[in-house]
């Protein structure tokens, strides 16, 4: 079984910062692209950045020179860091990673999202 599970988000005001983190466990061989996307109320789910296994990094239009997407391999984890955060970030961001699991497949996996709020 494998999983991803996120953390880090929260409540912030306009203009500042927040990381998130997410980890990938279970029966793993290797984790390949890993990313985050986020979903706003009433709104479809948005591609926010992705990073390759070996660090090349691409990130929305939105999110461009605001945020920035890094891992590490031997934790099995990707990272977002957020800065100048406006109100139209406010999402759930879930973490999303192809990973070759312990049979040896390569599947889509999806963590359950971790809330971020910017308000003042």
């Known amino acids: 079984q494998v999983q991803l599970v996120e953390s880090g988000g929260g409540l912030v005001q306009p203009g500042g910062s927040l990381r998130l983190s997410c980890a990938a466990s279970?029966?793993?061989?290797?984790?390949?692209?890993m990313g985050w996307y986020r979903q706003a109320p009433g709104k479809q789910r948005e591609w926010v950045a992705t990073i390759t296994s070996g660090g090349r990094t691409n990130y929305s239009d939105s999110v461009k020179g605001r945020f920035t997407i890094s891992r590490d391999n031997s934790k099995k984890s990707v990272y977002l860091q957020m800065n100048s955060l406006k109100p139209e970030d406010t999402a759930v961001y879930l973490c999303?990673?192809?990973?070759?699991?312990?049979?040896?497949?390569?599947?889509?996996?999806w963590g359950q999202g971790t809330q971020v709020t910017v308000s003042s």
């Open positions: 999303n990673a192809d990973i070759r699991n312990g049979f040896a497949r390569t599947l889509n996996y």
């Open positions: 279970g029966r793993i061989l290797t984790v390949n692209d």
